[in-house]
Every structure is written in structure tokens, then in C-alpha cells.
């Protein structure tokens, strides 16, 4: 990875002069205000100092996959997720060093004391190896398998900073590394943004349990409450009545229109009557994997609204559950195709290496996580940089 620092009388010129040298496909990772030094302070305006990073040729099929991209004709700048501050970068890395350094010292001691124990039982034993390199990629590669990062996918990120970086290299380059590049694989998340004409329509799927109805309805809220938006609430879960009355009192409080929709001659009945509206947000029914006839129906009421308003899916899932479960799931419904992701439960785990496998997995976007039941409080863009923190071991 390239990180160099570019300036300019603004912004937008500090990034210019840094495409001019690396190119497209740079990452603004930090932007400040500089003030001259010495006697030009009195005479020069402070100018505008940027920290943008960019991945190698070799590696530029990650970067492309994760669309990083700068984007200045961005027509939703609310959408911008929180950017990489270097102040808050030093801070992770230094919770994350002193997690790691006091694991690496407990295990010193422990391999002491069994020294210790062997020389009075007269038996050989093997000298505490010194703190190096490898012990500290040792070290990286546990904490992430520790919060349930897949075993592969950690020894990957793990020799991939082995291969980039200098043998001699200290702990806090390694940390800085791994914890730039593990942000890089989750991409930008994306929340969910107006048509160009219409209505959105906006489908929510996924299994049984996850939370849909209590998504959609603090999704619901912040669009009507706070953004003053027009949004209409549709679900085709016939299955279950009690979330179709959940999700018909979430509208009845935010006074928006309800409709329970049992075909696709509803669909697009309902699509119709709410053309007018800024989004329409629709709720599936949630099924096993592994019912094929149920995610065809689903899939059948998405397919037939795509010529007439512009789309999108999400697929929720659960942050708690099972990976060899979570990988069924988008398997399932790999037959969507573009769908975004959103993790709920995230309050009911300490562990999120699974955010990280099925991001890997899917190549999907990163979109909301949840964390509670409130309404809508409980839910917010996905953030790369605490969660990478807390796979590292982090608090």
C-alpha cells in the first residue's frame, strides 16, 4: 500500500495534485488544516494537508472489488461513512499494542513457570523463544481467530503483512498494516439512498429470526422522523400474522400507508398507488435455506418490480449465527445478486470475525448493523474502524 501526504489550498486541490502523482483509485484517509510556519504565517493562508493511501498494481483487484474509489460527482453526501483519522488510528493501535503485549508476556510466563516445573521434575524443556516477529503475526492471527475470523482467512491476512513488510519491522507497523488493509476488505458501507425519479423501492430479506420487521421499522422511522421522508411500508410475509400487525402498528404510529401483499398483481398494484412516494420499503417472508419454493416466491416479487422503479435488496442476517449457517444463506440467495448487507444482533455477541467471512465470501456491500430492539435507535452504518479494532483484540 502507498500512503503519502498531499497539499493545497483546499481539499479538492490537495487531491487533485495526489491524483496527478498515484492516479484514480486513491483512498482520502485524513484531512487537516495546516498553519505556515516561521515568518510566512504572515504573509500565506493556512493551507490543507491530506493523507491518501492506495493500493499497489498487485493488489489492485482488492481495491477494485471494494470500491474506494474517490468520487466527487457523489450526489449523496450523507452517505460518506466516517473517514480514517490518523488520531483515531494511533489511539486503536495503542489498545490493541498493549492487548497484545500483555498476552505476549503471560504466555512468557507461563512458558517460565513450566521451565521452571520441568527443572525440578529434571526434565529438558525448550527456552522461551524471544519476542520477534513471527511471535507478534502469532499473536495477530490468534486475537483474530479468538473473535471467530475464519482460520484461513486469518493465516491469509497474517502472511500477506509477512510478505509486504520488512523483516525487522516493529509491532506497531504490524499492527498499522494489518489494521489498514483488514479496513480495506470491508469497503465502503452504503446506506440506502433516493431514486433519480420515483419511488425506491427497497426489499428485505433473509431467514427466519433476524430481525427484519424491527429493522425496517427503525429504518422506517429515521426516514420519516428525521429526514421528513414520504415512505410507504409493504409485507409479503403472509406466513406469519404477527409480523405482518407488528409492522402495520409501526405504521399506524408514523401515520404512513400499510398494505399486506399476496401476489404479484399486489406488487404491483401497490408500487402503483405509491409511485408518488420517496421510498417504499418492503418486507419478505423469512423461510429456511433451505425452502427453494418460498425464496422463489421472494424472488419472484423483486424481479417483477425492477422494470418498473428503481431497487434494491438487503439481506439480513444475524451476527449470532452459526458461519457454516451463514454461509447456506448466501448461497440461497446468491440468486438476487447486488444485494447489500445488514448484521443485526450485534449486541448479542462479543465475537464479529463473521462480519468479516461473510463480507470476504459474499463481496457484497456493507450497509446497517443493529444493535437492540429500540426503535430506532438501535441502528447505525456499519463502521469498519471499531470493528477491525475489535478483531484485533481491541475494546
Known amino acids: 500500500m502507498i500512503i503519502k501526504k498531499y497539499q493545497g489550498k483546499t481539499e479538492a486541490e490537495a487531491l487533485e495534485n495526489a491524483k496527478k502523482e498515484l492516479g ?21 493562508a493556512p493551507f490543507i494537508e491530506v493523507t491518501v493511501a492506495k493500493e499497489e498494481e498487485s493488489e489492485q483487484q482488492i481495491a477494485s472489488r471494494v470500491d474506494l474509489r474517490i468520487k466527487d460527482d457523489n450526489p449523496h453526501p450523507v452517505a460518506q461513512p466516517e473517514r480514517i483519522d490518523e488520531n483515531a488510528i494511533e489511539e486503536k493501535l495503542e489498545d490493541i499494542h498493549l492487548m497484545l503485549t500483555k498476552r505476549m508476556k503471560e504466555e512468557e510466563e507461563s512458558v517460565k513457570r513450566e521451565a521452571a516445573a520441568a527443572k525440578t521434575e529434571e526434565k529438558p524443556v525448550a527456552e522461551p523463544e524471544e519476542e520477534n516477529e513471527d511471535n507478534i503475526f502469532t499473536l495477530v492471527k490468534n486475537a483474530l481467530i479468538d473473535n471467530e475470523v475464519e482460520n484461513k482467512l486469518a493465516e491469509g491476512i497474517v502472511d500477506e503483512a509477512k510478505r509486504s513488510l520488512k523483516e525487522d519491522s516493529p509491532m506497531e507497523s504490524v499492527l498499522s498494516h494489518i489494521y489498514e488493509r483488514m479496513i480495506l476488505r470491508f469497503g465502503k458501507p452504503e446506506i440506502i439512498t433516493p431514486a433519480s425519479e420515483g419511488a425506491k423501492v427497497v426489499f428485505f430479506v433473509g431467514t427466519t429470526g433476524v430481525g427484519k420487521t424491527t429493522t425496517i421499522a427503525k429504518i422506517a422511522s429515521k426516514f420519516v422522523v428525521e429526514e421528513k421522508e414520504r415512505v410507504g411500508l409493504l409485507t409479503a410475509d403472509t406466513y406469519r400474522i404477527a409480523a405482518a400487525e407488528q409492522l402495520r402498528t409501526y405504521a399506524n404510529i408514523l401515520e404512513i400507508p400499510f398494505r399486506v401483499i399476496y401476489s404479484v398483481e399486489d406488487m404491483l398494484t401497490a408500487i402503483a398507488d405509491f409511485s408518488q412516494f420517496d421510498y417504499i420499503l418492503v418486507d419478505t417472508a423469512g423461510h429456511s435455506q433451505k425452502n427453494t419454493e418460498q425464496r422463489d416466491n421472494m424472488v419472484e416479487y423483486v424481479e417483477c418490480v425492477k422494470d418498473k422503479a428503481e431497487t434494491e435488496v438487503y439481506l439480513v442476517l444475524s451476527a449470532t449465527t452459526k458461519y457454516k449457517d451463514l454461509l447456506s444463506i448466501v448461497d440461497n440467495y446468491s440468486v438476487i445478486g447486488g444485494y447489500k448487507l445488514i448484521f443485526t444482533k450485534l449486541d448479542e455477541t462479543s465475537c464479529y470475525g463473521n462480519l468479516l467471512n461473510i463480507k470476504t465470501y459474499s463481496d457484497a456491500v456493507m450497509s446497517y448493523v443493529t444493535v437492540g430492539q429500540n426503535v430506532p435507535e438501535d441502528i447505525a ?15
Not at 24 to 38: E, F, T
Not at 381 to 395: A, M, R, W
Open 24 to 44: 484514480d483509485g486513491i483512498v482520502l484517509m485524513n484531512s487537516r488544516q495546516m498553519k505556515r510556519k516561521g515568518i510566512l504565517k504572515l504573509f500565506k
Open 381 to 395: 452504518l456499519f463502521n469498519p474502524q471499531s470493528t477491525v479494532k475489535k478483531l484485533l483484540g481491541g475494546k
